[in-house]
Protein backbone atom coordinates (compact mmCIF):
# COMPACT_ATOMS: atom_id res chain seq x y z
CA UNK A 1 0.00 0.00 0.00
CA UNK A 2 1.45 3.54 -0.74
CA UNK A 3 0.92 6.62 1.30
CA UNK A 4 1.14 9.93 1.15
CA UNK A 5 3.32 11.11 4.13
CA UNK A 6 2.81 14.33 4.88
CA UNK A 7 4.89 15.97 7.58
CA UNK A 8 5.18 19.17 9.69
CA UNK A 9 7.15 20.06 12.44
CA UNK A 10 6.50 22.04 15.34
CA UNK A 11 8.43 23.54 17.98
CA UNK A 12 7.71 23.45 21.44
CA UNK A 13 9.48 25.39 24.36
CA UNK A 14 9.34 23.69 27.71
CA UNK A 15 10.84 23.58 30.95
CA UNK A 16 13.01 20.82 29.96
CA UNK A 17 14.21 22.28 26.46
CA UNK A 18 12.69 22.30 22.95
CA UNK A 19 10.23 19.40 21.84
CA UNK A 20 9.11 18.49 18.30
CA UNK A 21 5.89 17.50 17.41
CA UNK A 22 5.58 15.32 14.26
CA UNK A 23 2.01 15.22 12.66
CA UNK A 24 1.94 12.51 9.75
CA UNK A 25 -1.41 12.40 8.12
CA UNK A 26 -2.20 9.22 6.21
CA UNK A 27 -4.96 10.45 4.40
CA UNK A 28 -4.22 14.01 3.07
CA UNK A 29 -3.27 17.21 5.42
CA UNK A 30 -5.19 18.19 8.38
CA UNK A 31 -7.34 21.70 8.45
CA UNK A 32 -4.98 24.46 7.63
CA UNK A 33 -7.05 26.67 10.49
CA UNK A 34 -6.12 23.53 12.56
CA UNK A 35 -2.87 23.50 12.44
CA UNK A 36 -2.63 27.42 12.74
CA UNK A 37 -4.36 27.04 16.30
CA UNK A 38 -1.53 27.15 19.17
CA UNK A 39 -1.12 23.72 20.60
CA UNK A 40 -4.16 22.12 17.98
CA UNK A 41 -1.71 19.41 16.86
CA UNK A 42 -0.92 18.04 20.48
CA UNK A 43 -4.42 18.46 21.12
CA UNK A 44 -5.60 15.93 18.40
CA UNK A 45 -2.56 13.59 18.85
CA UNK A 46 -3.34 13.35 22.64
CA UNK A 47 -7.33 12.55 21.74
CA UNK A 48 -6.66 10.02 18.85
CA UNK A 49 -4.06 8.48 21.32
CA UNK A 50 -7.46 8.29 24.31
CA UNK A 51 -9.49 6.51 21.23
CA UNK A 52 -6.54 4.10 19.52
CA UNK A 53 -7.90 0.24 19.42
CA UNK A 54 -7.57 -1.71 22.51
CA UNK A 55 -5.99 -4.57 21.09
CA UNK A 56 -2.34 -4.30 19.58
CA UNK A 57 -1.97 -7.88 18.77
CA UNK A 58 -4.95 -7.67 16.10
CA UNK A 59 -1.06 -6.15 13.72
CA UNK A 60 -0.07 -9.63 13.14
CA UNK A 61 0.85 -9.91 9.37
CA UNK A 62 2.27 -6.46 9.90
CA UNK A 63 6.43 -6.89 9.75
CA UNK A 64 8.98 -4.25 10.14
CA UNK A 65 12.63 -4.34 9.23
CA UNK A 66 15.47 -5.21 12.22
CA UNK A 67 18.42 -3.86 12.50
CA UNK A 68 19.96 -7.77 11.79
CA UNK A 69 18.82 -8.18 8.93
CA UNK A 70 15.88 -9.80 9.63
CA UNK A 71 11.95 -8.76 10.03
CA UNK A 72 9.60 -8.73 13.07
CA UNK A 73 5.81 -8.80 14.04
CA UNK A 74 5.19 -6.58 17.21
CA UNK A 75 3.23 -10.00 18.31
CA UNK A 76 6.43 -11.36 18.58
CA UNK A 77 6.29 -10.33 22.05
CA UNK A 78 3.15 -11.39 22.97
CA UNK A 79 2.96 -11.78 26.66
CA UNK A 80 5.47 -9.68 27.33
CA UNK A 81 3.89 -6.32 29.20
CA UNK A 82 5.49 -4.23 26.33
CA UNK A 83 6.63 -0.01 26.06
CA UNK A 84 6.43 0.29 22.31
CA UNK A 85 8.75 3.54 21.59
CA UNK A 86 8.19 5.21 18.58
CA UNK A 87 11.34 7.34 17.66
CA UNK A 88 13.59 8.88 15.12
CA UNK A 89 17.66 9.49 15.32
CA UNK A 90 16.73 13.61 14.12
CA UNK A 91 14.33 13.92 17.26
CA UNK A 92 16.29 15.26 19.97
CA UNK A 93 13.39 14.70 22.65
CA UNK A 94 13.62 10.80 21.07
CA UNK A 95 17.40 10.42 21.85
CA UNK A 96 17.37 11.67 25.08
CA UNK A 97 14.90 9.05 26.55
CA UNK A 98 16.54 6.43 24.89
CA UNK A 99 18.75 5.56 28.11
CA UNK A 100 15.86 6.34 30.42
CA UNK A 101 14.51 3.50 28.26
CA UNK A 102 17.88 1.03 28.10
CA UNK A 103 17.70 1.35 32.01
CA UNK A 104 14.34 0.01 32.32
CA UNK A 105 14.88 -2.90 30.25
CA UNK A 106 18.43 -4.00 31.80
CA UNK A 107 16.71 -3.68 35.69
CA UNK A 108 13.81 -5.13 34.77
CA UNK A 109 10.91 -3.67 37.14
CA UNK A 110 8.04 -5.44 35.69
CA UNK A 111 8.56 -8.96 34.95
CA UNK A 112 8.80 -9.72 31.81
CA UNK A 113 8.89 -6.40 30.64
CA UNK A 114 10.23 -5.63 26.87
CA UNK A 115 11.50 -2.32 25.40
CA UNK A 116 10.30 -2.03 22.10
CA UNK A 117 11.55 0.67 19.55
CA UNK A 118 10.57 1.77 16.27
CA UNK A 119 12.08 3.94 14.17
CA UNK A 120 10.65 6.25 11.78
CA UNK A 121 13.59 6.47 9.54
CA UNK A 122 15.75 5.13 7.02
CA UNK A 123 17.38 1.72 7.83
CA UNK A 124 21.13 3.11 7.00
CA UNK A 125 20.59 6.25 9.53
CA UNK A 126 19.19 4.00 12.34
CA UNK A 127 22.24 1.61 12.10
CA UNK A 128 24.85 4.04 12.32
CA UNK A 129 23.09 5.31 15.20
CA UNK A 130 22.69 2.16 17.27
CA UNK A 131 26.47 2.16 16.92
CA UNK A 132 26.57 5.15 19.39
CA UNK A 133 23.12 3.98 21.31
CA UNK A 134 24.68 0.72 22.13
CA UNK A 135 20.70 -0.59 22.36
CA UNK A 136 19.21 -3.25 24.81
CA UNK A 137 15.89 -3.47 23.44
CA UNK A 138 14.50 -4.67 19.93
CA UNK A 139 14.85 -1.94 17.33
CA UNK A 140 12.13 -2.48 13.95
CA UNK A 141 12.72 0.05 11.53
CA UNK A 142 10.37 1.62 8.80
CA UNK A 143 9.32 4.90 7.05
CA UNK A 144 5.50 3.72 5.56
CA UNK A 145 5.97 0.55 7.58
CA UNK A 146 5.95 2.41 10.72
CA UNK A 147 3.27 4.93 9.97
CA UNK A 148 1.04 1.98 9.24
CA UNK A 149 1.91 0.57 13.01
CA UNK A 150 0.56 3.87 14.15
CA UNK A 151 -2.26 4.08 11.96
CA UNK A 152 -3.65 0.45 13.41
CA UNK A 153 -3.93 2.67 16.86
CA UNK A 154 -6.23 5.34 15.27
CA UNK A 155 -3.69 7.90 14.80
CA UNK A 156 -2.73 10.18 11.96
CA UNK A 157 -1.27 12.77 14.43
CA UNK A 158 1.57 11.88 16.38
CA UNK A 159 4.42 13.70 18.42
CA UNK A 160 7.72 12.14 18.67
CA UNK A 161 8.61 10.63 20.82
CA UNK A 162 5.42 8.57 21.81
CA UNK A 163 5.28 5.48 23.48
CA UNK A 164 2.47 2.71 23.82
CA UNK A 165 1.70 1.01 26.88
CA UNK A 166 0.80 -2.47 26.68
CA UNK A 167 -0.55 -5.22 28.41
CA UNK A 168 0.64 -9.07 28.47
CA UNK A 169 -2.80 -9.95 26.75
CA UNK A 170 -2.25 -7.54 24.07
CA UNK A 171 -4.62 -4.53 25.63
CA UNK A 172 -3.38 -0.87 24.74
CA UNK A 173 -3.24 0.84 28.27
CA UNK A 174 -2.23 3.82 27.38
CA UNK A 175 -0.62 6.24 24.83
CA UNK A 176 2.11 8.59 26.52
CA UNK A 177 2.60 11.60 23.75
CA UNK A 178 5.72 13.09 24.29
CA UNK A 179 9.63 12.44 26.07
CA UNK A 180 8.97 9.91 29.35
CA UNK A 181 10.89 11.59 31.92
CA UNK A 182 12.03 9.64 35.48
CA UNK A 183 8.86 10.95 37.02
CA UNK A 184 6.58 9.60 34.67
CA UNK A 185 8.86 6.45 34.25
CA UNK A 186 8.02 5.61 37.70
CA UNK A 187 4.69 6.42 37.73
CA UNK A 188 4.07 3.86 35.02
CA UNK A 189 5.86 1.27 36.29
CA UNK A 190 4.30 1.66 39.59
CA UNK A 191 0.93 1.13 37.83
CA UNK A 192 2.44 -1.77 35.79
CA UNK A 193 3.66 -3.62 39.02
CA UNK A 194 0.20 -2.94 40.13
CA UNK A 195 -1.78 -4.35 37.45
CA UNK A 196 0.68 -7.46 37.37
CA UNK A 197 0.12 -8.58 41.05
CA UNK A 198 -3.42 -8.66 40.57
CA UNK A 199 -4.67 -5.20 42.88
CA UNK A 200 -5.51 -3.45 39.84
CA UNK A 201 -8.02 -4.11 36.76
CA UNK A 202 -7.33 -3.11 32.76
CA UNK A 203 -9.40 -0.25 32.91
CA UNK A 204 -8.02 1.19 36.36
CA UNK A 205 -4.41 0.57 35.20
CA UNK A 206 -5.97 2.69 32.05
CA UNK A 207 -7.62 5.44 34.13
CA UNK A 208 -4.71 6.06 36.41
CA UNK A 209 -2.55 6.00 33.35
CA UNK A 210 -4.33 8.47 31.58
CA UNK A 211 -4.43 10.85 34.23
Avoid at 71 to 80: A, E, F, H, R
Avoid at 110 to 121: K, M, S, T
Amino acid sequence: MSYKIILYVVVLTTAAGLGFLTSYHLAGAPDPETIARPGAIETQARAAAAQAAADIDQQAELRLPNLAGGDNSLTDWQGKTRLINFWATWCAPCRREIPLLKTLQAEQPVADLQVLGIAFDELDAVRAYADEAEFNYPILVGEEAALQAAESYGLDLMALPFTLIVAPDGTLLNAHVGEIDETEAAAIIEVLQALGAGEITVEAAREKLAG
